[in-house]
C-alpha cells in the first residue's frame, strides 16, 4: 500500500526533437506549464529568479478543493540539465517537482517528476478523514498529477520543436 508518508512519486517523459538549448528556457520559465495544466494557474517571483534558492508563489485551482496559493523555493538549477523546486519549507516539504534534460543524438529526453509529502498538503484533509481510503485518494491524485505533468511535457515538445524548425 502506497502511503502519502511514503513520498509517492510520479514520472513522465519525452523526447523532444530539438537540442536542450532550445528546451532549457521553457523549463526556467515558471509559468510556461500554466499553458498545459488544467490545475496550475501561474506564478510569479518573490525573488529574482530563475536562481538556486530563489522563491515564488504559486497559483493552484482544482475542482474539488478550489484555488490555493504555495509558495516555493528552486533547489537545483543545472543550466540545460535540471530545474527543481520544493513546495513549502524546504526542509519539511509537501512536494517536489523536477524538470531533468539529457542529450538524446539531435535532440532531448525530458524528465518531469513529482514526489508529494511528507509535510502536510492539501491532500491531508481527506486522507485524515477517511484513513481507510489512503492508498486510493493517493492513487487518485498522482494520476492528476501525472496526466497535467504528461500534457506539459507534450506541450514543451511542440514548442520546442516549433522553435528549432523556426532555426532550422
Known sequence: MVKYADGPTANVEVRIDAPPSVVWPLLCDINAPAEFSQEFQGAD?????PSLG???RGRNEHKVVG????TCTVTAMDHERSFEW?????DY????WRFD???DGDGSTL???AEIGPAPSGLSPAIERMPDREEDIVAKRMGEHSANMRRTVEGYKQLAE????GNS
Open 45 to 49: 517571483w518573490v525573488d529574482d529568479g
Open 54 to 56: 530563489a522563491t515564488f
Open 67 to 70: 484555488g490555493w496559493r504555495s
Open 86 to 90: 520544493i513546495v513549502g519549507d524546504v
Open 93 to 96: 516539504r509537501a512536494a517536489r
Open 101 to 103: 534534460l539529457e542529450p
Open 111 to 113: 524528465r518531469f517528476t
Open 162 to 165: 516549433a522553435r528549432q524548425a
